[in-house]
């Protein structure tokens, strides 16, 4: 445990950081999940709207630093060749 008061108060700092992160990337984990259940669904027009959501939230947790940049490119671009073997 941290005796001094600029540590104590980082500790505190680092809890809501870590709380508010957990919160966006279940955001993003439960939207991923509905894409994939329209995707399996096989409705096309829904599973365009869920990916555009999904997109969007991927999107806004990386321009918050909840992820990397590149990894958020990863997810959308994961999603988008599912979207995109689904209509072939």
Known sequence: M???KSAKKRIGVI???TALNRVRKSQIK???KRF???VVAGNKEE???KFQLAQKKIY???SKGTIHKNAA????S???NRLNSMNA
């Not at 490119?73 to 959308?76: F, G, I, L, N, Q």
């Open 36 to 38: 994939d259940e329209a």
């Open 2 to 4: 941290a005796n001094i």
């Open 60 to 62: 806004q947790v990386a």
């Open 15 to 17: 809890e809501k950081k």
């Open 73 to 76: 490119d990863r997810k959308v």
């Open 47 to 49: 599973a365009q709207a």
């Open 30 to 32: 439960t939207a991923i």
């Open 78 to 80: 994961k999603l988008a």
